[in-house]
């Protein structure tokens, strides 16, 4: 079946801008996750949903990050006046319910803030 | 507290020959203990896990072992092959939201 897909794969913005990061789950999967992952580093947590609700949002970094997931599929996370400490990979994973099942990752998004 | 600690940072080994990458963990709370492997320019992809009242599991090459009282766990890679050339990540869930704090990565290197 399909996997996490995540769109766009790659965007560039200028220091700034406002930018939307889409995540489409895995059918099914009632738990999302983003988490960000800069160069040589390993992914850090961002926030998580369990449905349409976010649960833990204690990774975001401050208020330009939100997150939303209207109808418990797909998930956006938009940051506001992007600066270039945002540049980083952007992750986002499914899991079928949450604490205790596997986290399935998309490919990322790679976002670059000039 | 929080922190998951990974050594070493790289490691190159020989075709055939046995990797072993570590881990160390500080919070007794944490209670599901997975790897990753991550290939450029893909996401992470979970390669095996294991609980804390499991001392060891293997799958295929890849073998967990889980030190408990230490707070230490590590991956074991057999016969390593040049597939496996990628970076491996462990990582450890905490709370109610199963999020994932993950080390800091090891970058593997095979040598056919």
């Known amino acids: 079946g399909a996997g996490v897909s995540q769109t766009p794969s790659n965007k560039v913005t200028e220091k700034g801008k406002y930018v939307e990061l889409r995540c489409d789950p895995i059918?099914?999967?009632?738990?999302l996750y983003w988490y960000r992952q800069s160069l040589g580093q390993g992914p850090e947590f961002l926030i998580y949903?369990?449905?349409?609700?976010?649960?833990?949002d204690s990774g975001l970094p401050n208020d330009r990050f939100f997150a939303v997931r209207p109808e418990g599929s797909v998930s956006t996370l938009k940051i506001q006046r992007t600066e270039r400490g945002d540049s980083a990979v952007y992750l986002c994973a499914s899991s079928l319910a949450g604490r205790g099942y596997e986290q399935y990752f998309g490919p990322g998004t790679r976002l670059t803030v000039t | 507290q929080q922190q998951v600690k990974q050594s070493p940072q790289s490691l190159i080994v020989q075709k055939g020959g046995i990797s072993i990458i570590n881990c160390a963990y500080e919070?007794?709370?944490?209670?599901?203990f997975p790897w990753y492997q991550q290939f450029p320019g893909k996401g992470p992809a979970l390669l095996i896990a294991i609980r804390p009242d499991v001392s060891e599991k293997k799958e295929g090459r890849f073998t967990i072992s889980f030190n408990k009282s230490a707070k230490q766990f590590s991956l074991h890679i057999m016969d390593s092959q040049p597939g496996d050339s990628a970076t491996y990540f462990c990582a450890a869930t905490v709370g109610n939201t199963g999020k994932l704090i993950f080390g800091q990565g090891t970058t593997l290197q095979v040598k056919p």
């Open positions: 919070n007794t709370a944490f209670d599901y």
């Open positions: 059918s099914g999967h009632t738990a």
């Open positions: 949903f369990q449905g349409t609700g976010a649960a833990d």
